[in-house]
């Protein structure tokens, strides 16, 4: 996927939740963040305009995946697929004791609010020190996506925002990874 020349559409946009790992060839990463805390693991992967989040505790996995790429990935595992487009929530349960929510927000803006959007953005992300990747599409258009996480005793909370200046594509992400094993 090569998303710095290709046009993307908001109808494109896929939220897949799966409960096991996916390998980082299938993907272009461009930047990435690693948890290891007490008993659990979680790894987060940027790309042009996707995320990918992986969270492992004891024998139970749950990973998140939002892109615009329409290639096929792996059926193995996949727990859900919805379209990005508006709002979603969606909550699931891998084993006894690992459980995962996510929220997912896109807009449409006209190019001052997405101008206006990607700066405040950007500047939030250098000052949480978020990892990013910037790239700038077909038409010259400043892009970027981001990934902010918090670290607790027993969850990740991750939000993402993926910013497109060609049709002023805002997407953001909520999503907690919890385990509840004491």
């Not at 290709?6 to 980082?24: D, N």
């Not at 939002?66 to 891998?94: K, M, Y």
């Not at 027993?154 to 997407?171: C, D, F, M, P």
Request: hydrophobic content about 35%; charged content about 25%; overall charge negative.
């Amino acid at each position: 996927m090569n998303s710095a020349t290709k046009t993307i559409s908001l109808q494109a946009y896929r939220l897949l939740v799966y409960k096991r790992a996916l390998h980082p060839e299938l993907f272009p990463i461009k930047n990435r963040t690693t948890i290891a805390y007490g008993d659990y693991q979680f790894e987060g992967w940027i790309m042009p305009g996707a995320h990918l989040m992986r969270f492992v505790h004891e024998d139970a996995c749950a990973t998140e995946l939002i892109t615009a790429d329409e290639s096929t990935f792996p059926e193995r595992g996949l727990v859900i697929e919805l379209p990005c487009a508006g709002e979603r929530d969606h909550e699931e349960s891998f084993g006894d004791h690992l459980k995962y929510v996510s929220t997912v927000q896109t807009e449409q803006l006209p190019e001052s609010l997405y101008r206006d959007t990607y700066n405040e953005l950007t500047e939030f992300a250098e000052e949480t020190s978020a990892i990013t990747h910037a790239w700038q599409d077909e038409d010259g258009g400043r892009c970027a996506s981001i990934l902010d996480v918090q670290r607790f005793r027993r969850e990740v909370h991750a939000q993402t925002y993926h910013l497109i200046a060609q049709g002023g594509i805002v997407l953001r992400t909520q999503a907690i990874f919890e385990h509840t094993t004491p």
